[in-house]
């Protein structure tokens, strides 16, 4: 009756006594393994798996028979202990089951303490989580990346700019905002068509964010052919250099522009503004700022870096 049930259990049962010597190896662990039980039974547990020795299974063992403590295997730091396989493909693969893995005491009457090893297969629950944890991933990045250009979105600039905002304020260090607008974009779509408009955008915004190098740097697309740049950490100067270095960089892009007023090609103007604790405001004043550095670039030819300054 034992043997029959376990047999029918679906999960590895392993019982060893206080040598640690295999006595029970059920038919689960047997086709998973493909060690029969009489090869195993009888057998040092550790001198059969040399590999197991010294590792986290080998201690909570040794609790279970010593101390009469019970373990269960961190899932996430031991996701394949034994040399388990779901068939005979993964075997040749090498892809062992995931398991997790009981160790448990057993007091038997008449005989020395032995233990219990149970393993059970959670390969599916551990591939349904990866599936979960990959959409959820991708989700994120549809929720806040554009979905043109494949830089941030309008959602994730608002949320960088909550986060740049308060850690200014409180670190007392400065925060700089570029406004990014593609000079006469609506008469070059007119005259070039919406698939190659979209084109330049993207090439645009990649070559924009190309320039930015510190981790906390973001570029967003604001809106239609408008970008925006928070700039943590970064003084009016520095910024303005960048600045710079963006408005020529897409000027040395060379993409024709037959309807531009300027150059020829496309190029861009640019707002620039900077929180600072001596003109301390909030994040829509600091877009204000940006905005109309923007509209005072646009104003005097395009083409050029604005800074905001107060009156």
């Known amino acids: 009756m034992l043997e029959s049930v376990l047999g029918a259990i679906n999960l590895g049962t392993i019982v060893l006594d206080h040598a640690r010597r295999v006595v029970v190896w ?9 060690l029969p039980a009489e090869s195993v039974v009888g057998q040092d547990f550790f001198v059969l798996f040399p590999e197991l020795g010294g590792k986290r299974i080998d201690g909570a063992v040794r609790q279970a028979l010593r101390d009469n403590f019970p373990s ?7 996701k394949a202990p034994f040399a388990l396989f779901v068939n005979a493909a993964a075997r040749e693969a090498g892809e062992r089951m995931q398991q997790a893995v009981a160790v448990t005491p057993l007091d038997v009457p008449g005989l020395e303490r032995h233990c219990l090893i149970q393993i059970t297969d959670v390969s599916v629950a551990v591939h349904r989580e990866r ?38 304020k409180r670190s007392g260090t400065p925060l700089s905002l570029l406004m990014i607008d593609i000079d006469f974009f609506k008469p070059y779509n ?4 919406h698939q190659q408009g979209d084109d330049t955008l993207i090439k645009v915004a990649h070559a924009l964010a190309a320039m930015l ?15 925006a ?26 993409i024709p522009h037959a309807k531009t007023e300027l150059t020829g090609y496309v190029t861009v103007s640019i707002g620039l503004a900077t929180h600072a604790l ?20 646009k104003g005097a030819g395009r083409n050029r870096v604005v800074r905001f300054s107060s009156p």
Do not use: C
């Open 278 to 297: 001596e003109n301390s405001g909030d994040i829509a004043a600091l877009l204000g700022e940006a905005d109309r550095a923007l509209y005072m670039a």
């Open 190 to 193: 007119d005259h070039y068509g």
């Open 26 to 34: 059920n038919r689960w662990m047997s086709q998973y393994s493909d």
């Open 131 to 168: 599936l979960l944890r990959e959409q959820a991933l991708e989700l994120r990045s549809q929720t806040f990346s554009d979905g043109l250009t494949g830089i941030a979105n309008r959602r994730h600039f608002d949320v960088a700019m909550e986060k740049e905002m308060r850690r200014a």
């Open 72 to 78: 269960v295997l961190s899932q996430t730091l031991h």
């Open 213 to 227: 190098q510190r981790p906390a740097d973001l570029i967003a697309r604001y809106g239609g052919e408008e970008f």
């Open 229 to 254: 740049v928070i700039l943590p950490e970064m003084t009016a100067e520095h910024s303005q250099v960048l600045a710079e270095k963006m408005r020529e960089r897409i000027a040395a892009l060379a």
